[in-house]
């Protein structure tokens, strides 16, 4: 994966490591490693009904600088569910935008109003998405 460029090799972008991997990980592992970690961090949430609108429903967050990779969420039966499916809506961003969402650094509507996230799609469905993650408190391991 190294580019050579007039003699010298650099290594590729984060981006482009980290979206070959999304492409090439199948969605089993992916589902292994991400669903507890995302329902411990919003247990209190699913657990408040927080996320009882989003049933049955499907949201794509995409990470521009991640080469176009992301992961496509469902939520059934009282858990977050990684899926491969489309998604109804897709919130899309680069990776230090939900970085500042997911720490609390900064608050959605900043970031949705400077078009740092987008929303495509269902747009009522990426609305509630939005308001939920703006009422929903979580602390990521290692950040208060």
């Known amino acids: 994966m190294n580019h050579i460029n007039n003699g010298s090799v650099r290594s590729p972008a984060a981006g482009q ?16 490693l991400v669903e507890p970690l995302l329902n411990r961090l919003f247990r209190e949430a699913m657990a408040e009904g927080d996320f009882d609108h989003l049933h049955n429903r499907r949201v794509r967050l995409e990470v ?9 969420l469902g939520y059934w039966m009282g858990r977050l569910r990684l ?17 500042e969402l997911a720490k609390g650094t900064t608050d ?7 078009r740092r996230l987008t ?9 509630a998405v939005k308001n939920l993650l703006d009422a929903v408190e979580f602390s990521l391991p290692g950040h208060r």
């Open 17 to 32: 490591v980290f979206g070959f991997l999304d492409r090439h990980t199948p969605i089993t592992l992916k589902q292994v």
């Open 64 to 72: 521009a600088d991640l080469d176009g990779g992301g992961i496509t």
């Open 83 to 99: 899926i491969e499916a489309e998604g109804e809506v897709t919130i899309r961003g680069d990776l230090s935008a939900f970085t």
């Open 108 to 114: 959605p509507d900043t970031l949705f109003f400077r």
């Open 119 to 127: 929303i495509e799609g269902d747009t009522e469905l990426g609305l």
